[in-house]
């Protein structure tokens, strides 16, 4: 496959090739922009700096509860067990992802749209945004498998024609995360370089790779480099706290072996300037609950009601 001109991030190559530097600012937002929104300036430069941000109790008990209350109907729900936007375990019947939860769920939805949020959205993008993904990820206790490093973004570009790193994820706890059942695993400063990734994309890779992702993985070599010099950190929290992470942070998580399930519910704002083209690998776009190609007018914030916060974000 020829690489196309209009292609700031080649990967799904032939070849190895080294990593280089990205391309796109990480905080978008300027001068007032940047002063207006909720997040303040310090944490703006830790997240220019590591490529996430943590907030404990980011949503209170009672709230959590009313989404995990949610999160079991759907386990027991049969029709969506069988929607194509559910991804079972490897071999089992056993939910480990459901996709394009706020259009299952009135909650969900508002949710994304809720203010705070999405001014920090604002903050972070400097534009409007809209969801490109939502999904809940499941990892039941003693049997939950883990997801192997990788940059969000890579995926995003090659497989669905995201142009540029103008995105975020807001991944919210909707179960406690602990040492011991898989948290999220993130390399501080690994957004700040773009390391391509190896071997052509077969056309619907996504019906194997959302079980067990094995192109889109960087090689060892570099995932090493940037481990060695950054660390790793794994964020552990109550029930309701908050990461947000820039859709290039590489990240990963363990099997969950504790008997205590994890589930975490994710939103991905992409930026309304940065729509999605033809995909880079050269394949047919994915389907819609992967890549949203339909729904992009810019998210409007709505009333807070029940979505009263513990925690502050400055």
Known sequence: METRTDDFYPTRLERPTP??????PVVHSTGEDRREGPLSEPELEQYERDGFLVFNNFLDPATVRKFRNDLSAYEEDDSILRSEGTITEPGKQEIRSIFGIHELSDRFDRLTRDPKILAMVRQLLGSDAYIHQSRINFKPGFHGKGFDWHSDFETWHAEDGMPRMRAVSFSIALTDNTPFNGPLMLIPGSHKRFVPCVGRTPEDNYQSSLKKQELGVPNDQDLAYLADDHGIKAP??????LIIFEC???????????????SNLF??????????????CGNKPRPEFLGNRTNTEALTPIERDEFQRTGSTG
């Open 248 to 262: 290039n942070t590489l990240h990963a998580s363990n099997a969950n072996m504790s008997p205590w399930p994890r």
């Open 236 to 241: 552990t929290g109550p029930a309701g706290s």
């Open 267 to 280: 939103f991905v704002y992409n930026s309304v300037e940065n729509q999605l083209e033809s995909p880079f």
């Open 19 to 24: 990593s280089f530097e990205r391309k796109d």
